[in-house]
């Protein structure tokens, strides 16, 4: 059993950046694809980002394909999500997510943290 805890949450203003912290433990972090998923009020989770096991193929959406940026440090079971330029259509909980492949899928996800909340204010 994976257990993940995001961090790094906060307010920004429009134009500001972030970075988003996923910390594992209770696996095995080399082996799993790790995923950042976001979900605002009434809406449904959509895919953000995610980065296969050896942290070398990852998948944007295009929402933030070259404003955000995934990545892994495999000596702190660690997942990071920086994010710039962010605009205020960003705002939503941050949810990461473990899986066993690398996708855009959602419920091919098997472990997700609690989330954390990101707000851009204009």
């Known amino acids: 059993q994976v257990q993940l805890v995001e961090s790094g949450g906060g307010l920004v203003q429009a134009g500001g950046s972030l970075s988003l912290s996923c910390a594992a433990s209770?696996?095995?972090?080399?082996?799993?694809?790790m995923g950042w998923f976001r979900q605002a009020p009434g809406k449904e989770r959509e895919f953000v980002a995610a980065?296969?096991?050896?942290?070398?193929?990852?998948y944007y959406a295009d929402s933030v394909k070259g404003r955000f940026t995934i990545s892994r440090a495999y000596a702190k079971n660690t997942v990071y999500l920086q994010m710039h330029s962010l605009k205020p259509k960003d705002t939503a909980v941050y949810y990461c997510?473990?899986?066993?492949?690398?996708?855009?899928?959602?419920?091919?996800?098997?472990?997700w943290g609690q989330g954390t909340q990101v707000t851009v204010s204009s």
């Open positions: 980065i296969d096991w050896s942290g070398v193929s990852t």
């Open positions: 997510a473990a899986g066993p492949g690398l996708t855009t899928h959602r419920y091919e996800y098997d472990f």
């Open positions: 209770g696996g095995t972090f080399s082996s799993y694809a």
